[in-house]
Every structure is written in C-alpha cells, then in structure tokens.
C-alpha cells in the first residue's frame, strides 16, 4: 500500500474515484475529521472530537455538507462535563492545597494534548501567585518534550487567543515549569507538581512516582483524563485502603485522589448538538465502553424518536458488521461545451457518457480528448457493388437525388461525391461507396446505395422514368400539398403547420423550428442537422417532380 498526503484544512483528495477532505476535530494538535465520499455516499468519520473550545484548541468544526452517515465517537455516553472555568478552578485549587501542606501533586498525562492544556493552565496560575515561584513544576516525559517543539512551530493552527499572544510572546515557552529527563534527576525534596505519563498509571514514571508518593495523606493525585476499566488510574477513583504494586506488593492508599475531567472528548450535550446540526440519516457509535455505548444510542433514539424521519442509529460490537442500502440513482456532470448555457427542466443532452470511479460526466464527442483519456474515431465504411451501366447515367440520376454532385478522380478513377459525405466511385464493373459512419451518412448511404441498385436492376426504365413531366401527372395536387404531405409522413402531422396564405410551412421537432419559403422553397433553421434534413428533403422532393432533359446515353436508345 502507499500513503496518501492529505493538507490539513478542507483541500479535497480523489483516489480511484473516491473523494476525501477533512475538518477540524478540537481534540488535540492536528486531530481531524474526515468527510468520504464513494458512489454519491458521503460519511463523516468524527473520530476523537470536542466542540468545546480550551485554552489553544479551537472547538471542531461542523461540516457544512451533510452526511448520509456518521461514524462518531461514545467516549463519555451520556455524560456532561463541568464547565471549563469551573474545572480549571478545581483543579488549581486542589494543587494549590496540596503545595500549602508541604505535599507533592502527581498528574498523570499523556504526552500529547492535555499535558500542553495542564501547563498552560500551572504556568498561569504560578505567574499569578509569587508564593509558588519556589515549588517546581515537572513535565517528566520524553516524549512530551518532542511535541513541545511542534506546539511551539504550529501556534498558527490553534485558537484566537494563542495566536493573540503569539504576538508578544510564545506561550509555550514555559516561563514556571521544566522537563524531567529522567527519575535520577528528581530530586524528592520538598513540594512540588509532577506531570508524568502515562495517564492511565500502568507503568512507567507516573506509577513508580504514585507508588512512592501514595502512602503519604500529604500528597495528592489529580487524574485529568479518560480512563479505562480495568487500570490502576480507574480503580483508584474509588479511593481503596490499599493497591497492588507492580511488584506485587500492598501499598496503603492514603493521598488525596481526585478526578478533574480534561479530557478532549465531546459529552452527551456536545454529541446531541453536533448530530442535530448535521442530521444524518445513519448514525453508527464507536471508541466507547459497550454500556456507555448503548446508554447514549438510548438517549439519541429519545430525542429523535419524534421528528419526522428519525435517523438510524447503531451501537455495534467489534468486528460486527452492519449493512446500510442507498437509492440507486445516479447523476452526471455536464462539461465542456455542453455546458456553456445552463440546460432547462425537459432539455435532452447529447454527448458521451463517461464513467471515472463513481463519477459521470456527458462530454461532446470532439472534447472528449480534453476531459478523459479517450479520443473521437472514426468509423469508414465501404460497400462495392456489381455496376454494368453507364457511370454518366448514376452521375445524372445522383444529381436528381442529391441536387449537387462533385466529380474528382482518385488513383485514375471517377468519383462522385454527394452529400458532402458520401463518395462513389467507379472501379471497372462495380461501384465502390465509401462514407464515415454516423446517423446522417448512413441514411445517406443507403440511398445511394438503394439508388446504384435501381439502375443495375433496369437502367432503361430509370431514363425514362427520368424524361416523364410533371405536366402529365393525373394527380391535380399542387407541389405545396405534396411538400405537406411529404413532412408529414417525415415528421408527424402533430410537428407540421401549413398556412397556404402565407405561402410557408414550419416544422417544429424537440423545440427547434424550420420555415420552408413555398415561393423560394429556402429553409430557415438555427438547428444545422434539422435545416440540412428538411433541406434534402424538399430537394429531392423536387428533382424528382420537375421535368428534366436527361442526356442521350450511348447504348440505351432516345
């Protein structure tokens, strides 16, 4: 597999036709939302998120597309957590009473995120009360120093306020608090705070330092994150007499343990406004415990449950899999030329049909070069038919047919083109015809194929079919009413409107018009393919009605 690079902001990305772009999620640093699109389906991945604001983030975005399905975290169910004035006030109150009884305040953190919220927080409280100047703050953790270096490079990507500040000063140059390489550095004396990872006390720094510092009632632990079921951190917000060291020894559990939730994950209101605000049809909850997560799908379903289309919403297990169904319809883009005048309700629009990924897109044939990979062929046709009669005599009867005949040679032989598109010419005793396939040239075609099959079959009887007058003709009708009941039978009565008076005939067809001149016989039209139809037809209408002087041909008699 090979990577995608994708900027943070809202810069789309396709890959085998699907799209991606992303948001910002507010839980740390970087932390993003990602909108997918695949077949016309959009789905919100949330991932870890919060829409409340802190001291550097900024809240998460809310997607201004709305998702057929979101995919959103259940961290913290249907819990609600304080505000975050009234937090941070708990939580330097609780440290500062720590200092006060000559105590030391364990923090356990993890490297990203909330340790960089927490310092903040201390280096601001510490600068306001000269009393602590001599209590040392530690963040112990190497990798936190690591994503000190990016905090302090992307101060750009977090709030107004941080930028504000920027201004004058880096606020994540920490003017109270230093890093603790390592445990033989710390020198135990006396107050101070310690930041350590992880947060969740498994092992590491935080649990040697909370197994040191636990039996002593001085000291306290500020958990400040999530926890999980089943950890150390977990288990002693239920303050035990006494834990189990991780060398298997029993510690009596004797320091203040306090729970101040930083975590950067949403809460019930926070998920319910978010949701309400996008309205999707699917919700489906993840990176929660399973009681909280069905506790939350509960409350939602409550909420919802009276709206006009409540959405669908899901709680499910690991690995198990759900199956949603779409409506089948599908769309497609007009570009190009075909779309420099914006299509009506009704119109039809011709062109190619092309289908990249899950995208579709109707291209006039000739720009199909700009917009794909393809390019416009081609097809020639060619027929070739025994033909004994006289080549001049086709040459004539093709001037009745088409009107306008031009003669050239190719390769020493006669050739008549008609049409503008359809080339005959003579090869011995057959006929070779040749055109380029399309509606119009194969229509064109088979009349002069149809034609070259007359002369064969009876080249006598074609002269003098050709000699006959209109003059001699019982039928009375007038050429008007034959070039009515000509278009009628071409086009539908409905489509034909004679007006004898006024001396011209219109014919209407998917909206474009064409108006005959029954005393010129010229056709106005705007639509080139419906002037050049009705054209030949009247053309041919007349050549084949009007009395003509057909040339003395050797052979075939006068």
């Known amino acids: 597999s090979s990577g995608i690079n994708a900027e943070y902001g809202h810069e789309e990305k396709e890959v ?18 990602f909108m997918i699109e695949i077949a016309g389906v959009k789905i919100l991945y949330t991932g870890d998120f919060s829409r409340q604001e802190d001291r550097h983030l900024m809240a998460a975005e809310v997607p201004n597309v709305r998702p057929d399905i979101c995919i959103i975290e259940s961290t913290y169910g249907t819990h609600i957590h304080e505000k975050r004035e009234v937090r941070e006030a708990r939580f330097t109150q609780s440290v500062h009473e720590t200092i006060k009884r000559d105590g030391r305040c364990l923090i356990p953190v993890f490297a990203l995120g909330r340790a960089q919220e927490l310092m903040l927080i201390l280096d601001e ?24 270096a990016v905090f302090q490079t992307y101060v750009n990507a977090m709030n107004d306020k941080i930028r504000r500040q920027i201004s004058i000063n880096n606020p994540f140059v920490f003017k109270h608090i230093s890093n603790l390489k390592n445990i033989d550095q710390f020198q135990d004396i006396g107050p101070s705070v310690v930041m350590a990872s992880p947060g969740m006390l498994q092992s590491g720094l935080s649990r040697e330092l909370f197994e040191t510092w636990c039996p002593d009632p001085r000291n306290s632990v500020i958990i400040a994150g999530y926890c999980v079921e089943g950890t150390l951190a977990k288990m002693i917000m239920s303050e035990p007499e006494e834990i189990v060291s991780i060398t298997g020894q029993r510690l009596p559990l004797k320091c203040s343990v306090s729970y101040i939730s930083f975590s950067a994950h949403t809460d019930y209101e926070q998920t319910r406004e978010f949701i309400h605000l996008l309205k999707p049809a699917h919700i489906i909850l993840v990176h929660g415990e399973q009681s909280e997560m069905q506790r939350l799908r509960s409350s939602l379903k409550r909420e919802y449950e009276d709206t006009a289309n409540p959405a669908e919403i899901f709680a499910p297990a690991n690995n198990e899999e759900i199956v949603l169904n779409f409506r089948g319809e599908k769309m497609a883009k007009i570009v190009g030329r075909l779309a420099s005048k914006k299509p009506k309700v009704g119109d039809k629009i011709s062109g190619v049909l092309v289908k990249r990924g899950f995208n579709y897109h109707i291209v006039s044939p000739d720009e199909l070069e700009h917009y794909t990979d393809l390019k416009q062929g081609v097809i020639l046709q060619k027929q070739s038919i025994p033909f004994m009669a006289p080549f001049s005599l086709l040459h004539h009867c093709l001037q009745q047919l088409a009107g306008t005949v031009e003669q050239s040679e190719q390769g020493g032989k006669s050739c008549l083109k008609v049409f503008d598109s359809v080339l005959v010419m003579q090869d011995h005793n057959k006929i070779m015809i040749e055109w380029e396939g399309s509606e119009m040239g194969d229509m064109y075609a088979d009349a002069v194929l149809t034609l070259c099959l007359q002369i064969e079959a009876n080249p006598q009887a074609i002269k003098q079919s050709s000699l006959r007058s209109i003059t001699q003709d019982k039928d009375k009708t007038t050429f008007e009413d034959r070039v009515e009941k000509l278009l009628i039978e071409l086009y539908g009565e409905e489509n034909i409107n004679y007006q004898p008076k006024l001396k011209y005939i219109t014919v209407t067809l998917d909206g474009e018009k064409a108006v005959i001149n029954l005393k010129s016989y010229q056709v106005q039209c705007s639509n080139e393919s419906l002037h050049q139809m009705v054209s030949t037809a009247i053309k041919r209408l007349h050549n084949a009605l009007t009395p003509v002087n057909v040339p003395i041909i050797p052979g075939y008699g006068t």
């Open 16 to 33: 085998n036709g699907i799209k991606f772009w992303s948001y910002n999620a507010g839980h740390v640093l970087g932390a993003a939302m």
């Open 125 to 148: 409280y510490w600068e306001a009360h000269p009393e602590l100047h001599d209590v040392p703050i530690y963040y112990a953790s190497s990798l936190a120093k690591k994503c000190m």
